[in-house]
């Protein structure tokens, strides 16, 4: 490594870039996105092999490597599986800015569903938070079809 | 298993959380050329070169056209490979692919990363765009969510925990290349450092740092010839999971990718009792949690045994098998070389040339890489070619 003085003489070359995606979401994420926007449902899509009830739903299942089968409804409750409360500032990647913290994030099993979702808790204190919890999904009022439609999951019991 | 192949040859460079008197082509050259050296050899012996890089986290596509000819491979059979944290452990195995088939007498692979050139958390943010981005909290997050599954499944405690962070810390202290070095650590000083994502703390998580690191892989003939204790790659097998976190089931508990990477990797080489039969072990803990799930998961002792494994020290470099005599991740972590580090670290003890971190005569390394949700690599390096 170069010596203070040397390294001072190096430039630096800023550069910040501001970049537009538009990400086709297929069949499967279509019908899933809408059918909670247009009537507040969640679905998930049951594998014909394994039987697993995947969300997200997917067209084949990874495990087996056959097509999926049929749409059922999951949630909106259910059980928190793992949890934690994140206090460091990270940029929330469906508006680019930070979110507040401290936040509960948990992975949460909606009933009927075999594998988890992460998503925000309403509850951000890790002292009130454990496995086995039991919430329940808050939908937006005016839904945009997308993951951001579930605003986070309140507490139940 | 394809022809006898050994690495000759390793080189570092000093990993540090900033290295702005390069650029990543320059600092891929200084790796790269020290291995080059080690092993005795010119860029015109080099048959085939393999670079590992998050290529996101410097925000440039193309890692391996901007970088390549800092590793020699101009006019070259070279290309790169990707697979998050696994990307370095990924890139070793590719190389000893080529010189195990017997296409290439000889390759090399250099993993880089160059934190301090980017934004690793946009990087992390840009996950599945459907799904993980809204909530995404980097690596820390999802592994905070994991943690607390690992603790009510098997009962590891915070002290324990910290106690990994010590070991590592320490360790690092012996190896010239490390960045955080840290001889007087305590477990208070661990559990008192500011809380990331609960119950994880700042110095039990790994660093971001800059860094390169180098590995020469040769056939038999001329590995026997060049170095007088090749390190002969005995396994190498790679194993991917699902996609989604919420499909791997308690993942620190279950990481079924690593226990069937080491089931297969440890009947290739009839390994029944890792603790006792390795003399070293490099494996990739991006954080104190996993270092300990991972003892479980690589038989080292039984479930719910990893903590004890810890306060026993057994895994100390005075211990039964030492693990992470470089630090490990939680140390150094250039993510893209950081696997590469594990390899290259692994060969250092059997090629004796670990300085004030030798372990006294090595002949058995185990070797891991973790990466993204679940993806695993396993390599068993030896002093005998069979």
């Known amino acids: 490594m170069k010596k203070d003085n040397q390294l001072e003489e190096l430039l630096r070359i800023p550069v910040h870039m501001k970049l537009h995606y538009r990400f086709p979401a297929g069949t499967h994420y279509t019908r899933f996105f809408r059918e909670m926007k247009d009537s507040g449902k969640i679905m998930g899509v049951k594998c014909t092999q394994c039987g697993r009830v995947l969300v997200p739903p997917r067209p084949v299942c990874g495990e087996c490597f056959v097509k999926t089968g049929d749409w059922v409804p999951v949630g909106p409750k259910g059980t928190v599986k793992a949890y934690t409360s994140i206090y460091i500032k990270f940029i929330d990647g469906s508006t680019g800015k930070p979110r507040p913290s401290p936040y509960g994030s948990g992975l949460i099993q909606l009933d009927g569903a075999f594998s988890t979702i992460n998503h925000i808790l309403e509850e951000g204190d890790p002292e009130k938070l454990y496995i086995g919890m039991r919430v329940e999904a808050v939908l937006k009022e005016k839904r945009e079809g997308n993951i951001g439609d579930i605003l986070f999951f309140k507490t139940i019991t | ?386």
């Open chain 2, 1 to 386: 298993m394809g022809r006898r192949t050994a690495i000759i040859g390793t080189g570092q460079t000093r990993h540090c959380s900033k290295r702005e008197d390069v650029n990543q082509m320059e600092l891929v050259y200084e790796a790269a050329t020290a291995a080059l050296k080690d092993a005795e050899m010119t860029v015109k012996d080099i048959d085939a070169v393999v670079l590992a890089n998050m290529e996101l986290f410097e925000g440039r596509a193309l890692p391996d056209m901007w970088c390549g000819e800092g590793a020699g491979a101009f006019m070259k059979h070279a290309f790169k490979i990707s697979t998050g944290g696994t990307s370095g452990t990924s890139g070793a195995i590719s190389g000893y692919y080529h010189v195990a088939s017997g296409l290439f007498n000889t390759a090399m692979v250099v993993g880089f990363e160059k934190h301090s050139d980017g934004n690793t958390s946009a990087g992390m943010a840009l996950t599945d765009p459907f799904w993980d981005r809204h909530i995404a909290a980097a690596a820390i997050g999802n592994f905070a969510l994991s943690v607390s599954e690992y603790m009510a499944d098997r009962g590891v405690t915070e002290e324990q925990s910290a106690k990994v962070a010590v070991k590592a810390r320490r360790n690092a202290c012996n190896n010239p290349h490390a960045h955080l070095q840290m001889p007087d650590l305590t477990v208070k000083e661990v559990l008192e450092s500011p809380m990331l994502a609960y119950p994880v703390h700042r110095l039990e998580m790994c660093p971001q740092s800059d860094g390169a690191c180098a590995i020469i892989y040769a056939g038999e003939e001329l590995a026997k010839k060049k170095c007088s204790r090749p390190a002969w790659v005995r396994a190498a097998v790679t194993r991917h999971d699902h996609i989604y976190l919420g499909e791997v089931k308690n993942r620190l508990s279950t990481i079924r990718s690593l226990k069937e990477a080491a089931r297969v990797a440890y009947k290739m080489v009839g390994i029944k009792e890792p603790l006792k039969e390795f003399d070293v072990a490099e494996i990739y803990d991006p954080l104190t949690y996993a270092e300990i799930a991972w003892y479980e998961a690589l038989g080292f002792c039984k479930d719910r045994e990893g903590g004890r494994l810890i306060d026993d020290g057994l895994t100390r470099m005075d211990g039964e098998l030492p693990v992470n005599p470089s630090g490990g991740v939680i140390s150094t972590n250039p993510v893209g070389a950081s696997g590469t580090i594990r390899v290259a670290e692994g060969a250092l003890q059997i090629h004796g040339k670990g300085g004030k971190r030798q372990v006294p005569d090595v002949n058995l390394v185990l070797v891991t890489g973790y990466g993204v949700y679940c993806w695993s690599d396993v390599m068993i390096l030896s002093g005998r070619p069979d």
